[in-house]
């Protein structure tokens, strides 16, 4: 009887045009129901059965209704919607084709097809797939629609996290195609032969594309003279080639835990241009003299060379020959050691200059996966930064600094990495804070290159580390620019990389530049103005790749800890109103913990993401960078997420961090 009845339909639109409307995000939750997040801040509830017309993260127009005696959204209008390509595991629900989207706020399951020449009979139950929405039922239709592009990979294949994850951010799986030959194109560049002054290269041992050989001397009043030799790709791939074009698109080589995709073919990144020992090998070389203060004297030259590396070495060798006297699997020959000694006492100098005059890195650890044959996690080693790593990072640093003041002064453009230091927006609340912790300070001269760097040296100073995460918040990201701009983040007024020219395709481009400066060359070509942006984007993607893998991998190996209630030590490192994130000092797994974990009754806890605290009963228990003890809660492997509690003690004081034998790990 009120089928299409057209007075029913007109009664129906007069009441949705009297109903308020907001604009906003769709926040979903797990639980099925989710939020309108508007524009000014404010926040309406959605039902499950609202939520059934949209996804997380679409932009929509809502109508807010009053259902008892409570506002709610009903989403009415698509703006902007969220997702469009995704992926997915196939499920067969009577007998129909189905996709159940791989995210933590996406559960139900989406009707499908498959694209023409993807036959539905190769796909199984729990197969990985590539799908686009193709129907929104905010679009005119009753239901959300995709379609199935790609399979990725089966159901219970043990290379799902690394095929999965580079599926989800859009990433080559494999090297770029190989060529039948290669020949250097530059033969008429004029290299030096520098075959027999005694270079060295210190890597993992596991490392094949070795791009960087050192080779320093210290002179008799002290100084040093330091001589970079990078490998050069850029003498087999001519700009604009189909190689070059490949290497542009990725950006970088992706590192991925247990394996990589080269940027460049492997004949080239792990042979041809890898600066193998006793193998010669065209380079871009920069001697550079360091004073006996660690101070860059301005006097740095460019040149091509051919050079040969005379030893491989390890960072953990070196290391232990360095710190111990002795190595148990190494000794090195007179003219090495020298080397070594050379190299070690010129990193001491630099360090010494960049704590006093620059900034330092947080000396934090690396986590490396060892992994079976068949992919399985046998265990998460900790690789402490040590003196053989800082030896070479420190090498790195001035031959950047080097590049950037030389294409700065010559051409005044190039690929440089840059950092703006504080937020223009946020700096008022940085001086708020800072000084409220005796800092002494004010914007004027946090928005300069001395006040900055002279901030996070008294930072490094601090025995706690609350004030440096807090403080991270109000700074601005780092960028790759193509025009010179200071580095803040670094302390130095300009930077550009030219020394990972296998790994980088800005660093490529820099090494063509810095060629041309060497040819005489007076002008050059400036880089596409896209370049920095699109470099930004692989890099971003390239580290969430990484940390996706990682927390699968974590989820692997940590789902038996939950019924062993094995206790691990954890460093707070973010709080949002829900709870605290924390990473195990053991392995560098991230663990969420929820307020309703910590205490059940939510009126006695309260969690202050502004100041950087949790409080319960109104008492101070947690705050950024400290150190806990907790044990697993969760482990879930569909959103390959874990959760934690604390144990009955809130704080770890540095005695039990001993005991735990986690202090060496941590300074």
């Known amino acids: 009887m009120f089928q299409n009845n057209p007075l029913l339909a007109q009664l129906k639109q007069r009441i949705k045009e009297s109903l308020p409307k907001k604009e906003g995000v769709i926040k979903a939750t797990q639980k099925g129901f989710g939020f309108l997040e508007t524009n000014d801040k404010n926040s309406y509830f959605i039902p499950s059965l609202y939520m059934k017309k949209v996804m997380h993260g679409d932009k929509v127009v809502a109508l807010i209704r009053t259902e008892k005696d409570k506002e709610v959204a009903e989403p009415d209008e698509l ?36 694209q023409r020449g993807l036959s539905h009979a190769t796909l199984a139950e729990g197969d990985w797939v590539v799908a686009y929405i193709t129907q929104h039922p905010l679009k005119g239709m009753n239901n959300f629609f995709c379609e199935i592009s790609e399979k990725i990979i089966d159901a219970n294949d043990k290379n799902a996290p690394w095929w999965v994850t580079l599926a989800k951010h859009n990433l080559p799986n494999q090297e770029p195609m190989i060529q039948s030959c290669w020949k250097i194109l530059d033969e008429s560049l004029i290299r030096k032969d520098l075959t027999d002054s005694p270079f060295i290269t210190i890597d993992n041992e596991s490392t094949k594309d070795i791009d960087d050989a050192l080779y320093a001397v210290i002179n008799e009043n002290g100084t040093f003279t330091l001589i970079i030799a990078i490998a050069d790709p850029t003498a087999y791939i001519a700009k604009n080639t189909e190689l070059d074009r490949q ?44 004073a006996a203060d660690g101070t860059i004297t301005d006097n740095a030259q460019f040149f091509s060379a051919w050079i040969k590396s005379q030893c491989r070495l390890s960072y953990d060798n070196v290391s232990d020959f360095i710190e111990n006297g002795s190595s148990d699997k190494w000794q090195p020959s007179a003219v090495i050691a020298e080397q070594v000694s050379a190299l070690h006492l010129l990193a001491k100098a630099r360090i010494n200059y960049r704590k006093n005059s620059a900034v330092l890195f947080p000396n934090r650890p690396d986590y490396r996966f060892e992994l079976t044959e068949d992919n399985d996690v046998v265990a998460i080693h900790v690789d402490a930064r040590r003196i053989a790593n800082r030896m070479v990072e420190e090498a790195m640093i ?35 804070l800072l000084n409220e912790y005796g800092g002494e300070t004010n914007a004027a001269s946090l928005a300069t290159l001395e006040g900055f760097s002279a901030l996070h040296r008294w930072l490094n100073e601090k025995d706690i580390s609350f004030l440096d995460n807090r403080i991270r918040k109000f700074q601005s990201y780092s960028e790759v620019s193509n025009t010179p701009a200071a580095n803040f983040a670094m302390g130095l007024d300009v930077y550009a990389t030219w020394t990972s020219p296998i790994r980088k395709y800005g660093d490529m481009l820099n090494h063509r530049l ?15 103005a896209l370049i920095g942006e699109e470099l930004s984007l692989h890099r971003k993607h390239h580290r969430m790749a990484e940390r996706d893998v990682a927390d699968w991998l974590y989820v692997r190996l940590l789902k038996g800890c939950v019924a062993a209630k094995t206790t691990f030590i954890a460093e707070i490192f973010d709080i949002n109103r829900a709870g605290m994130r924390t990473r195990l000092l053991e392995n560098g797994a991230m663990a969420f913990i929820p307020g309703a974990l910590i205490v059940e009754n939510r009126k006695r806890i309260k969690c202050n993401n502004k100041e950087g605290f949790i409080s319960v009963d109104g008492n101070k228990e947690f705050q950024l960078g400290d150190h806990i003890e907790i044990v697993l809660a969760d482990v879930k492997e569909f959103t390959r997420s874990i959760v934690g509690k604390p144990t009955r003690e809130f704080a770890i004081t540095a005695e039990k961090l001993k005991r735990n034998n986690i202090a060496k790990m941590t300074n």
């Open 247 to 290: 290497a542009r698109e990725r950006g970088f080589t992706i590192y991925l835990p247990g394996r990589n995709i080269p940027m460049l073919p492997r004949e080239l990144s792990d042979d041809l241009c890898s600066l193998c020992e006793h193998e010669k090998r065209p380079s871009l070389c920069c001697q550079v003299n360091i």
């Open 514 to 528: 810095l060629k041309a400066m060497v040819r005489g060359e007076i002008s050059a070509q400036t880089p596409d």
């Open 398 to 432: 001035i031959a950047n600094i080097c590049a950037g003041r030389t294409l700065r002064e010559h051409f005044g453009f190039g690929i440089f990495n840059t950092h703006a230091g504080f937020n223009p927006d946020k700096i008022s609340d940085a001086v708020e």
């Open 79 to 114: 703006l902007e919607q969220s997702v469009s390509r995704f992926i997915g595991r196939v499920k067969i629900i009577r007998d129909k084709l189905n996709v159940v989207p791989d995210h933590p706020q996406f559960k139900e399951a989406i009707r499908a097809k498959t």
